[in-house]
């Protein structure tokens, strides 16, 4: 039997479908049962994916811009449009932007923020997008992921915060996978690391996220001794304005012995994670 040349094309196309489905399905990053840590270069800001071994998907904070889009779209499966959990550390541009894109370009579950809010455009768009989806933190508490992992909202203690220092309302998470543990306190200071220590709280993680781009205003040397990482990641730009990281804080970091990894550096950082065992992942060599 002859088949048309409509025909052959309909079937070329359904093969070449087939195999690119197949393809990558046997390329989902997610398949060997590790879950993945991402901290995007999106420039001066904030974004981080964590991806469970069964693909959900948590994004915590969106960068300034746009860039947060590509990024998800590189280490996400082309049909994966899911974010189970999206979290805003806190209201500046810098983390808030990216997460307007997101909520339009993919299906949110859940949106997670303080009460604290800006009387700026952006976050009145973020909120009006969020309408429906948002839940607000006001204490510490646990969200419950699959595979073995969750997040400890460690910070805000109460539902009191200080509007005239945004970074200092920042999401303080604490993320736990099997026994391996990455803090992440958003652009919090100096004086709520005090705080945290003074009421206790259980800081200790293998892995930290240093706060506020590597700035001066927070990682004291009491707050780093008391995580007891001795590995970081630092979000920052490309010769920023600020001169992040300050090199006091790096003179510091190096002084207690951590490796820090520096997204205007490294670019994108990749943790790998299975139960106690580790490994990061970057592009530029080290």
């Not at 800001?45 to 959900?56: A, F, K």
């Not at 952006?122 to 997040?151: F, H, M, Q, W, Y």
């Not at 200080?162 to 992440?184: A, Y």
Request: charge should be neutral; hydrophobic fraction near 40%.
């Amino acid at each position: 039997m002859n088949l048309s040349n409509k025909s052959k094309i309909s079937l070329v196309l359904c093969l070449v479908f087939v195999i690119l489905f197949f393809f990558a399905l046997s390329n989902d990053n997610n398949s060997s049962g590790v879950a993945r840590i991402y901290f995007f270069d999106v420039g001066q800001g904030d974004s981080i994916l964590i991806r469970t071994p069964s693909g959900q998907n948590i994004l915590i904070d969106g960068g300034p811009d746009k860039k947060v889009l590509k990024k998800l779209g590189l280490v996400l499966p082309f049909w994966d449009r899911q974010i189970d959990f999206l979290i805003l550390s806190h209201p500046h541009d810098d983390h808030l932007l990216g997460l307007i894109e997101t909520i339009r370009r993919y299906q949110i579950s859940n949106i997670i923020r303080t009460a604290v809010q800006t009387d700026t455009p952006a976050d009145n768009l973020l909120s009006a997008l969020s309408s429906g989806r948002e839940s607000i933190v006001t204490k510490p508490g646990e969200i419950l992921l699959k595979d073995n992992c969750r997040l400890d909202i460690l910070y805000p203690a109460g539902p009191e915060l200080d509007k005239n220092d945004l970074n200092n309302t920042s999401i303080v998470l604490k993320l736990i996978c099997g026994s391996f543990k990455l803090l992440l306190a958003g652009d919090s200071g100096q004086k709520i690391e005090k705080e945290l220590i003074a009421a206790k709280v259980d800081l200790k993680a293998d892995f930290l996220k240093i706060s506020h781009h590597g700035s001066d205003t927070a990682s004291s040397q009491e707050f780093l001794e008391t995580v007891g990482a001795k590995m970081a990641t630092i979000s920052v730009g490309v010769n920023n304005k600020f001169n992040h990281p300050a090199a006091r804080i790096i003179s510091r970091l190096k002084n207690l012995g951590f490796i820090v990894y520096r997204t205007d550096i490294d670019g994108d950082i990749e943790i790998l994670v299975n139960n106690s065992q580790y490994l990061v992942k970057t592009k530029a060599p080290r």
